[in-house]
């Protein structure tokens, strides 16, 4: 069972449109982290929010915290086939500073 | 800089036989983290190191996996004997601290066993 579930797992759309990637969880976060991934490579970290309720913006990217620091989500604008990859959602709990990652969400952005 | 670098970048063994993978993570970084990839369980954690000492192994999956870090630019990741379900990507990484910090990966050991 896993601790985060990200949703949808899969995403293929046309370049210009819009998208919402989510990361849900019961449990509580001292901080949640976003990466990308792409084929043959390690993920590399997008942002950290770490305040319930925090909005970061990272050029046509928005990520929000929960306000309970239990869920987070990832809303692309105008996607562009190079925003194609695997995006994890990873959370970091305070009783054990593990970082924990979500399932991830493939998304294929057509051009 | 060097990032975090994984050897060996590809590895196809025979079931039964002992696979090491290498790592050698940033310079300065005090945190060492292994983690394997699979379609079926995503990005899970396996061992952490901090300042060369190993502090939560409970992701190892079972005896057969053994993690060591001698000193603070190396670290080896054991699967001996090697089983076809341990085909996977091993990634290494690293971080400055523990909490709240950006973790940097390799580009990851690419294991099948067939």
């Known amino acids: 069972t896993q601790l985060l579930e990200q949703s949808p797992q899969f995403l293929s759309i046309q370049e210009g449109e819009n998208l919402t990637v989510y990361c849900n969880s019961s449990?509580?976060?001292?901080?949640l982290q976003w990466y990308r991934q792409e084929p043959g490579e390690g993920p590399v970290l997008l942002v950290t929010?770490?305040?319930?309720?925090e909005v970061k913006k990272l050029k046509r990217l928005t990520f929000q915290f929960g306000d309970a620091r239990k869920d987070s989500s990832l809303h692309i604008t105008a996607a562009q086939p190079g925003d194609t990859g695997l995006y994890l959602c990873?959370?970091?709990?305070?009783?054990?500073?593990?970082?924990?990652f979500g399932s991830g969400t493939r998304l294929l952005v057509r051009p | 800089d060097a990032g975090v670098i994984q050897s060996p970048r590809h590895e196809v063994t025979e079931m039964g036989q002992e696979v090491t993978l290498r790592c050698k993570p940033i310079?300065?970084?005090?945190?060492l983290f292994w983690y394997r990839q699979t379609m079926m369980r995503g990005l899970e954690l396996l061992i952490y190191?901090?300042?060369?000492?190993?502090?939560?192994d409970s992701g190892m999956p079972e005896d057969r996996f053994s993690a060591k870090m001698p000193n603070a630019s190396f670290s080896t990741l054991k699967i001996q004997p090697s089983e076809p379900r341990d085909s996977a990507v091993y990634f290494c990484?690293?971080?400055?601290?523990?909490?709240?910090?950006?973790?940097?990966f390799g580009e990851g050991s690419w294991l099948t066993v067939v």
């Open positions: 990484a690293s971080s400055p601290r523990l909490a709240g910090n950006t973790i940097y």
């Open positions: 449990s509580v976060f001292s901080s």
């Open positions: 929010v770490v305040t319930g309720g």
């Open positions: 990873a959370g970091l709990m305070d009783s054990s500073y593990k970082l924990i």
């Open positions: 310079s300065g970084h005090d945190y």
């Open positions: 190191f901090n300042n060369n000492v190993p502090i939560d």
